[in-house]
């Protein structure tokens, strides 16, 4: 078990280009979490998967934001045209379980994303 | 919006020191869950305490939590300077798909 793992952890990118952030979970773990957190907040939920569907979108999810877990196991989360306010740390967190039950979650690390 | 909310916001101790934290919410839940993050870093799970549940304990950690009140708290004894980080409670509200949802935490300094 070695734990969510997020990659690339820090992104600086031009505004207008766009980004992919990358999520592996804790194997067999079936449900995945997007959150994204600015400087003295906490965590706001972005999107959910169970297996390979995606159950749950915030309405913080612009039509710029895409989130896909193709195989039920690794995630992208890909920004497109990119705006300053997208400058956050974007966090990915895993958990096993059915869909009407509610387990400890577990953090990755995090992307921080700085948009200039 | 926010489900749950800490308070304090801020909290600076001396070490040795017990630090209590507390977190309400507004509507029922099934689980509430306990983070620590350092700055810069990812969130580190503490503690889960289910609706049916009153106490826990983990280490220098004791959770509590009150339904008819709606409120949690999370007590660290004899602190470390270690111990400085963020402290997140995260609700699950029951009925639904048990998404997490955060407050904005406590941030927790334990002076040396």
């Known amino acids: 078990d070695t734990g969510v793992s997020q990659n690339p952890r820090h992104k600086i990118t031009k505004r207008g280009q766009n980004v992919t952030f990358r999520c592996d979970p804790i194997?067999?773990?079936?449900?995945l979490y997007w959150y994204r957190q600015t400087l003295g907040q906490g965590p706001e939920f972005l999107t959910y998967?169970?297996?390979?569907?995606?159950?749950?979108k915030s309405r913080l999810l612009s039509d710029r934001f895409s989130a896909e877990r193709p195989k039920g196991s690794f995630s992208t989360l890909e920004i497109q045209r990119t705006e300053q306010g997208d400058s956050a740390m974007y966090l990915c967190?895993?958990?096993?379980?059915?869909?009407?039950?509610?387990?400890?979650?577990?953090f990755g690390e995090g992307s921080w994303l700085t948009v200039v | 919006s926010q489900q749950g909310e800490e308070d304090p916001q801020a909290l600076s101790i001396q070490e040795g020191e017990n630090a209590t934290m507390n977190c309400s919410y507004k509507?029922?839940?099934?689980?509430l869950q306990w983070y620590r993050q350092n700055s810069g870093r990812g969130l580190v799970h503490l503690i889960l305490?289910?609706?049916?549940?009153r106490e826990k304990h983990s280490g220098r950690l004791r959770v509590t939590l009150d339904t008819s009140k709606k409120s949690s708290s999370l007590l660290i004894t004899a602190s470390r300077a270690a111990d400085t980080a963020s402290y997140f409670c995260a609700t699950a509200s029951s009925g639904g798909s048990y998404i997490p949802t955060f407050g904005r935490g406590t941030s927790l300094i334990v002076h040396p």
């Open positions: 998967f169970q297996n390979e569907a995606q159950l749950e």
């Open positions: 305490i289910r609706s049916n549940e």
């Open positions: 967190a895993s958990s096993f379980g059915d869909r009407g039950s509610g387990n400890t979650i577990y």
């Open positions: 194997s067999e773990h079936n449900r």
């Open positions: 509507t029922s839940i099934n689980n």
